[in-house]
């Protein structure tokens, strides 16, 4: 299938580790955005990359959280020190970003980060 | 400030029955538009309906129609036909300039047979 592919699909951490989320977008998409899903919330926006301009990282809750695209392509989650609190899904999500109002993102299959 | 607005954490409906879903929004941009996403327990998100704020026309896609009413900021989804396939999580969603999405908080769906 050509769909977002997320990895791991599930991680259980200590608190205090580091972990690497990773999102692989749908080929052509330059778009990608990251989200947080708390249980039973909606989804919080992380980051957002467009292309070669800067992210948006208007929405990551911390120094902790970072984020990394590299060549346009495949990006990396970065969570730093976790904390109990930052146990949730994240969703990786990705767009043609053809400009079109209409166009939709396409998401993964998210990761479930759960720290102890 | 909460832009998308779901006030319905739980709704129930009979199978065959239509059902709505209701989503208000907040901004002051002209241009926008709105979707919403269905999340089924296995976690995907998945893409239903669009209306762009300059549509005249509500949207429809199937057993999915969207009343929108721009003056009240609203744009409830409507389910025709419920079927014990649609009982999920729905999102509406919101994207601004900047491509940013703004997403609620949800309604949980449940069909009943």
């Known amino acids: 299938g050509a769909g977002v592919s997320q990895s791991p699909s599930n991680k259980v951490t200590e608190k205090g580790k580091d972990v690497e989320l990773r999102c692989d977008p749908i080929s052509g998409h330059t778009a990608l955005y990251w989200y947080r899903q708390s249980l039973g919330q909606g989804l919080e926006f992380l980051i957002y990359?467009?292309?070669?301009?800067?992210?948006?990282k208007s929405g990551l809750p911390s120094d902790r959280f970072s984020a990394e695209r590299t060549g346009g392509s495949v990006s990396t989650l970065t969570i730093q020190r976790t904390q109990q609190e930052d146990s949730a899904v994240y969703l990786c999500a990705s767009s043609l970003d053809s400009g079109a109002r209409r166009e939709t993102q396409y998401f993964g299959p998210g990761t479930r980060l759960l720290v102890l | 400030a909460q832009k998308i607005t779901q006030t319905q954490p739980g709704m129930f409906v009979q199978e065959k029955e239509a059902v709505t879903l209701d989503c208000t929004y907040d901004?002051?941009?002209?241009?926008?538009?709105l979707f919403w996403y269905k999340q089924p327990s296995s976690g995907e998100m998945i893409f239903l309906i669009y209306q762009g704020s300059y549509d005249q026309q509500n949207a429809t896609e199937g057993r999915y129609s969207l009343n929108f009413q721009k003056a009240r900021k609203s744009a409830n989804l409507v389910i025709s036909a419920s079927q014990l396939g649609d009982s999920a999580m729905y999102f509406c969603a919101m994207r601004r300039r900047g491509n940013q999405f703004y997403f609620g908080t949800g309604t949980s769906l449940t069909v009943i047979p």
């Open positions: 990359f467009q292309g070669n301009s800067a992210p948006d």
């Open positions: 901004t002051s941009d002209p241009s926008y538009g």
